[in-house]
């Protein structure tokens, strides 16, 4: 069974940075792609990047794309989300999310492929 928990939200000022970070347990991270989500009350859970089970792949939304990297460090059993030049429209739970091995699912359905989660950290960006 693996556990997932992300952790490094909290409160920044528009044009300033987070690291968010997503550790594993129970099983070895390294055969599993993971993916950021992120949701707002009243709008449905959107995939911001995935990374494939060796880092070698990433994959952004396209709005994204210029301002977030998606790495991993699977001898920490972590993934990281670094988010630079924070907009308030970034404002949301920022949930971490695993499949077998590589982002298929991710690319095919989004958050209704994934086979575990996280309980999300919430990221606020405001002055």
């Known amino acids: 069974q693996l556990r997932l928990v992300e952790s490094g939200g909290g409160l920044v000022q528009p044009g300033g940075s987070l690291r968010l970070s997503c550790v594993a347990s129970g099983v070895s991270l390294d055969g599993y792609a993971i993916s950021w989500f992120r949701q707002t009350p009243g709008k449905e859970r959107e995939g911001v990047s995935c990374?494939?089970?060796?880092?070698?792949?990433?994959i952004y939304a396209d709005s994204l794309k210029d301002r977030f990297t998606i790495s991993r460090d699977n001898a920490k059993s972590t993934v990281y989300l670094q988010m630079d030049s924070l907009k308030p429209e970034d404002t949301a739970t920022y949930y971490c999310a695993a499949e077998t091995r590589y982002c298929s699912a991710y690319k095919a359905v989004g958050y209704r492929g994934m086979e575990y989660w996280g309980k999300g950290t919430p990221v606020t960006v405001s002055a």
């Open positions: 990374i494939n089970m060796r880092g070698g792949t990433t």
